[in-house]
T-cell receptor, first 111, second 109 residues
């Protein structure tokens, strides 16, 4: 089955720890995007990658880092520099005509 | 000013009603537009792309007005199952995809 997966679904961390969220797709899409969603809010763009080994900052990149070493994978690291990391994180795989297909998301709680 | 703006609602309508949402965008270079549906605590799912000529999919109609820089979504004959948050998205010529904050629809029996 083609699709996009994110793991884990729920993640709990202590403040001061870095944490990496996984995003994998087998849709053969070149582009992948990371968003953050806070309760009652829309999606805000963190980072996006339109091709392997290249990525751009979105609107709220501070405190996050990404890599794109393989077409299928676009992991997001939430660093200790991110002031308010608790949120719902969504990864999307994007077609050439910009249609986005989302993974089920990871709910990160940092205490 | 936000790049993509929507009225957050909520829109409370009875079953069978027709409801319309608008979404404005500020970047005149925006090229592609979409409507997504998001259910509570779930990921967004693509509802429909928005074409310059307008497009229809069953009870849903989307339109684009480039002169006034807005897109619209019309839902006819609302069903209880249409209750969700509807998100509009625009893409720039650099590939950046920007979401509006979403409009909440609640269809009542």
């Amino acid at each position: 089955d083609g699709g996009i997966t994110q793991s884990p679904k729920y993640l709990f961390r202590k403040e001061g720890q870095n944490v990496t969220l996984s995003c994998e797709q087998n849709l053969n899409h070149d582009a992948m995007y990371w968003y953050r969603q806070d309760p009652g809010q829309g999606l805000r763009l963190i980072y996006y990658s339109q091709i392997v080994n290249d990525f751009q900052k979105g609107d709220i990149a501070e405190g996050y880092s990404v890599s794109r070493e393989k077409k299928e994978s676009f992991p997001l690291t939430v660093t200790s520099a991110q002031k308010n990391p608790t949120a719902f994180y969504l990864c999307a795989s994007v077609t050439g005509s910009y249609e986005q297909y989302f993974g089920p998301g990871t709910r990160l709680t940092v205490t | 000013r936000k790049e993509v703006e929507q009225d957050p609602g909520p829109f409370n309508v009875p079953e069978g009603a027709t409801v319309a949402f608008n979404c404005t965008y500020s970047n005149s270079a925006s090229q592609s537009f979409f409507w997504y549906r998001q259910d509570c605590r779930k990921e967004p799912k693509l509802l429909m792309s928005v074409y310059s000529s307008g497009n229809e999919d069953g009870r849903f109609t989307a339109q684009l007005n480039r002169a006034s820089q807005y897109i619209s979504l019309l839902i006819r004959d609302s069903k209880l199952s249409d209750s969700a948050t509807y998100l509009c998205v625009s893409s720039s010529n650099t590939g950046k995809l920007i979401f509006g904050q979403g409009t909440t629809l609640q269809v009542k029996p």
